[in-house]
């Protein structure tokens, strides 16, 4: 449809938001995205059934563990929408993004410290926002 | 074999028995019980003292019933499997024998869950029925659950179970009370009967079993003192059934007190004249100990017959 | 097997607040199986609590591994070498597990991510039930398969109780009368006199009652 939408947004392709694993979620976090959305079929159009139920699951799991740790699961959600929606892809993007910059940015993203890879996190000196993955 | 109990000397001789319930304190003072005890003496042949109810910690059975002894009223201890092990229990009997007691009921007892110790370890060493089994056996045979004989002074008390013809499986209630009184249960209490259908169709089974012959069933029945005491006992406890229409008319009634023991005096009198194989009845008159006399009197239970 | 259950991860923070580099172990036998330690859940932990620390700007350091099981000191072995410059081990092991690696690295603060909670097993996907009361005293061919010790919530053995009604238990709706399905059992297996049989007060010496068991198999003994 070629809209526009926000340039802070990643996009990372899976064959279904069941796919989805906790930890790619919680890694992106460490690794300084601002936020993270998962976007998953109408409820009873996943093409392998229930993928995308689950998937929301999963979503709602990790929200609770963001909250519990004090980062706070706001900064994560699951919306249904079908491949066919560009203006509402759009929308939420647009939604996400005015979420997170309410929250403003990921409170760890300064903090020197160990990451999921090993290595040491970035620190912004550059003044780029992380963004959404 | 014959015991010292009044209570098995009323029964056996054939009369109509009645029993009553005390429920100890939540403190150390046996004043209340006392004067309840003095109050009831007349008018039962032998009174429960519960085994902290509905696991609630009260004054101990047996201390109560030296209390109630010591008031003129024979007393029954309860004791139940949930609190203590075989080693205390048998201790505990022995000791509640040398002080006087000669009647023993024995029940699984309710769950710690309900009550203001829900956090406690249970025991539950051994079931009712295997309570019934060896304390029979400690009075025929003289021996010790372990089966080490005793060598003098057994503890020889009259045995009592509970049968609850209201809970479930229904069909396999009364081949456990069959399996009690094999065990050696001497007398049975049942638990308040609100559901007189359901309770003459088990007494029906209890006959054709003749479990009547062997065993002496008391009947339970409580006073309610209003519509509210029973919704409670339909929603919440586990095992009984209180029909809709007996809420209704407590609901409905003036005075309901007065309605409650009405309705008590009404199934007394009924179970006595209809339901062949009861030998008696027992009143749960729960926190309302002073009912018990005008229920006995106006059931044509009074008085008691008098026992040497 | 054995079913375990995560501790808050607050009280996993609590326990290595003042450790700066820590080792997380996890288990592929029973607390995979039951999505409490395996080597996902590890590093969903691990990860939580670097991000916890990172926001109270204390950072953690973590390593994780999963052992075969931790159970049996010929996998933790593997241990040995990542130990060396830790504070702390964070064990997703089953009580067992834990005590393990406490026993082979005593020089090291272990703790468990979990908390042991009954054997049993999954009754649907993401459900587990406990279903053996560990009597070592097996009565199960009395009872039409259905453990009186642990699914009888007064472990009786000539049930049901006077608070059995519609099937369920006492304390609670949600927990099924155990006597109520033994006596369905046995009913269909034909085998209700069985239950007329009055069964003898339980040896509890063969159970944790008479203190800590031990089984041997002499025959494959080495040593």
Same mark, same amino acid.
């Given at each position: 449809? @070629?809209?526009?939408?926000?340039? !802070?947004?990643?996009?990372?392709?899976?064959?279904?938001? =069941?796919?989805?694993?906790? *930890? #790619?979620?919680?890694?992106?976090?460490?690794?300084?995205?601002?936020?993270?959305?998962?976007?998953?079929?109408?409820?009873?159009?996943?093409?392998?059934?229930?993928?995308?139920? @689950?998937?929301?699951?999963?979503? !709602?799991?990790?929200?609770?563990?963001?909250?519990?740790? =004090?980062?706070?699961?706001? *900064? #994560?959600?699951?919306?249904?929408?079908?491949?066919?929606?560009?203006?509402?892809?759009?929308?939420?993007?647009?939604?996400?993004?005015?979420?997170?910059?309410?929250?403003?940015?990921?409170?760890?993203?300064?903090?020197?410290?160990?990451?999921?890879?090993?290595?040491?996190?970035?620190?912004?000196?550059?003044?780029?926002?992380?963004?959404?993955? | 074999?014959?015991?010292?109990?009044?209570?098995?000397?009323?029964?056996?001789?054939?009369?109509?028995?009645?029993?009553?319930?005390?429920?100890?304190?939540?403190?150390?003072?046996?004043?209340?019980?006392?004067?309840?005890?003095?109050?009831?003496?007349?008018?039962?042949?032998?009174?429960?003292?519960?085994?902290?109810?509905?696991?609630?910690?009260?004054?101990?059975?047996?201390?109560?019933?030296?209390?109630?002894?010591?008031?003129?009223?024979?007393?029954?201890?309860?004791?139940?499997?949930?609190?203590?092990?075989?080693?205390?229990?048998?201790?505990?009997?022995?000791?509640?024998?040398?002080?006087?007691?000669?009647?023993?009921?024995?029940?699984?007892?309710?769950?710690?869950?309900?009550?203001?110790?829900?956090?406690?370890?249970?025991?539950?060493?051994?079931?009712?029925?295997?309570?019934?089994?060896?304390?029979?056996?400690?009075?025929?045979?003289?021996?010790?659950?372990?089966?080490?004989?005793?060598?003098?002074?057994?503890?020889?008390?009259?045995?009592?179970?509970?049968?609850?013809?209201?809970?479930?499986?229904?069909?396999?209630?009364?081949?456990?009370?069959?399996?009690?009184?094999?065990?050696?249960?001497?007398?049975?209490?049942?638990?308040?009967?609100?559901?007189?259908?359901?309770?003459?169709?088990?007494?029906?089974?209890?006959?054709?079993?003749?479990?009547?012959?062997?065993?002496?069933?008391?009947?339970?029945?409580?006073?309610?003192?209003?519509?509210?005491?029973?919704?409670?006992?339909?929603?919440?406890?586990?095992?009984?059934?209180?029909?809709?229409?007996?809420?209704?008319?407590?609901?409905?009634?003036?005075?309901?007190?007065?309605?409650?023991?009405?309705?008590?005096?009404?199934?007394?009198?009924?179970?006595?004249?209809?339901?062949?194989?009861?030998?008696?009845?027992?009143?749960?008159?729960?926190?309302?100990?002073?009912?018990?006399?005008?229920?006995?009197?106006?059931?044509?239970?009074?008085?008691?017959?008098?026992?040497? | 097997?054995?079913?375990?259950?995560?501790?808050?991860?607050?009280?996993?923070?609590?326990?290595?607040?003042?450790?700066?580099?820590?080792?997380?172990?996890?288990?592929?036998?029973?607390?995979?199986?039951?999505?409490?330690?395996?080597?996902?859940?590890?590093?969903?932990?691990?990860?939580?609590?670097?991000?916890?620390?990172?926001?109270?700007?204390?950072?953690?350091?973590?390593?994780?591994?999963?052992?075969?099981?931790?159970?049996?000191?010929?996998?933790?072995?593997?241990?040995?070498?990542?130990?060396?410059?830790?504070?702390?081990?964070?064990?997703?092991?089953?009580?067992?597990?834990?005590?393990?690696?406490?026993?082979?690295?005593?020089?090291?603060?272990?703790?468990?991510?979990?908390?042991?909670?009954?054997?049993?097993?999954?009754?649907?996907?993401?459900?587990?039930?406990?279903?053996?009361?560990?009597?070592?005293?097996?009565?199960?061919?009395?009872?039409?398969?259905?453990?009186?010790?642990?699914?009888?919530?007064?472990?009786?053995?000539?049930?049901?109780?006077?608070?059995?009604?519609?099937?369920?238990?006492?304390?609670?709706?949600?927990?099924?009368?155990?006597?109520?399905?033994?006596?369905?059992?046995?009913?269909?297996?034909?085998?209700?006199?069985?239950?007329?049989?009055?069964?003898?007060?339980?040896?509890?010496?063969?159970?944790?009652?008479?203190?800590?068991?031990?089984?041997?198999?002499?025959?494959?003994?080495?040593?």
């Amino acid at each position: 449809m @070629r809209l526009q939408y926000a340039s !802070n947004v990643r996009i990372v392709e899976m064959p279904c938001s =069941g796919t989805i694993d906790h *930890r #790619v979620i919680l890694h992106a976090f460490e690794d300084g995205a601002d936020g993270v959305f998962v976007a998953g079929c109408m409820e009873g159009d996943c093409h392998f059934l229930k993928g995308n139920i @689950r998937g929301k699951k999963r979503v !709602n799991h990790v929200k609770q563990i963001l909250d519990e740790i =004090g980062f706070g699961g706001e *900064r #994560v959600e699951f919306f249904n929408l079908s491949a066919a929606q560009g203006q509402r892809f759009a929308e939420i993007v647009k939604e996400m993004t005015e979420r997170i910059m309410k929250l403003g940015p990921n409170p760890i993203k300064a903090v020197r410290g160990h990451t999921s890879c090993g290595g040491m996190s970035p620190t912004s000196t550059d003044g780029k926002e992380g963004g959404i993955a | 074999m014959k015991t010292e109990s009044k209570l098995q000397q009323i029964l056996d001789n054939g009369q109509f028995g009645v029993t009553a319930e005390i429920g100890p304190p939540k403190h150390s003072s046996s004043e209340g019980m006392r004067h309840h005890a003095h109050m009831l003496k007349e008018h039962v042949d032998a009174t429960n003292i519960t085994d902290n109810q509905t696991a609630i910690v009260r004054l101990s059975s047996i201390a109560a019933g030296v209390h109630i002894l010591d008031s003129g009223i024979e007393p029954i201890v309860q004791m139940t499997c949930r609190d203590r092990n075989r080693i205390a229990m048998q201790s505990d009997l022995m000791g509640a024998y040398s002080l006087g007691m000669r009647n023993v009921l024995c029940l699984s007892g309710d769950h710690q869950k309900f009550g203001n110790h829900p956090t406690s370890k249970n025991v539950y060493d051994v079931d009712s029925m295997q309570l019934i089994q060896l304390l029979r056996r400690m009075r025929d045979e003289k021996k010790f659950f372990s089966g080490e004989e005793i060598k003098e002074h057994e503890p020889r008390f009259f045995i009592g179970a509970v049968a609850n013809p209201f809970a479930d499986p229904f069909e396999y209630r009364v081949a456990r009370l069959e399996k009690k009184v094999e065990a050696g249960a001497e007398f049975i209490q049942t638990q308040c009967i609100f559901d007189m259908e359901r309770f003459e169709r088990f007494m029906e089974m209890v006959r054709a079993r003749g479990i009547d012959e062997r065993v002496h069933i008391l009947a339970g029945v409580t006073p309610l003192k209003g519509w509210r005491a029973a919704k409670y006992i339909q929603n919440n406890v586990s095992g009984m059934i209180v029909p809709e229409e007996l809420v209704q008319r407590l609901k409905n009634a003036e005075d309901p007190k007065k309605e409650g023991v009405d309705i008590c005096i009404e199934q007394i009198k009924y179970i006595k004249e209809n339901i062949k194989g009861v030998h008696g009845v027992h009143i749960m008159a729960i926190a309302w100990e002073e009912v018990v006399p005008e229920i006995v009197e106006r059931s044509g239970l009074y008085p008691r017959p008098k026992v040497n | 097997m054995i079913i375990a259950q995560q501790k808050p991860v607050k009280d996993i923070a609590a326990m290595i607040s003042d450790c700066n580099k820590v080792l997380f172990v996890g288990c592929a036998g029973c607390v995979t199986v039951c999505l409490a330690g395996g080597e996902k859940e590890t590093e969903i932990l691990a990860s939580s609590l670097r991000i916890m620390r990172k926001l109270e700007h204390k950072p953690i350091e973590t390593v994780t591994f999963t052992a075969t099981r931790q159970c049996d000191p010929e996998y933790i072995v593997a241990l040995d070498n990542m130990v060396q410059e830790v504070d702390a081990i964070v064990s997703l092991a089953c009580g067992v597990g834990v005590q393990y690696l406490a026993e082979r690295f005593k020089d090291k603060w272990v703790v468990p991510a979990l908390d042991t909670k009954f054997i049993g097993g999954a009754t649907e996907h993401g459900v587990w039930e406990e279903k053996c009361g560990l009597c070592g005293d097996c009565v199960l061919h009395l009872t039409g398969g259905i453990c009186p010790i642990i699914r009888c919530s007064k472990s009786i053995l000539n049930g049901p109780c006077g608070g059995s009604q519609y099937g369920k238990c006492e304390i609670s709706k949600d927990v099924d009368c155990a006597w109520q399905l033994i006596y369905d059992r046995m009913t269909a297996l034909g085998k209700l006199d069985k239950l007329m049989e009055i069964q003898p007060p339980k040896d509890w010496t063969k159970s944790r009652d008479g203190g800590p068991r031990r089984a041997v198999r002499e025959d494959v003994m080495i040593g």
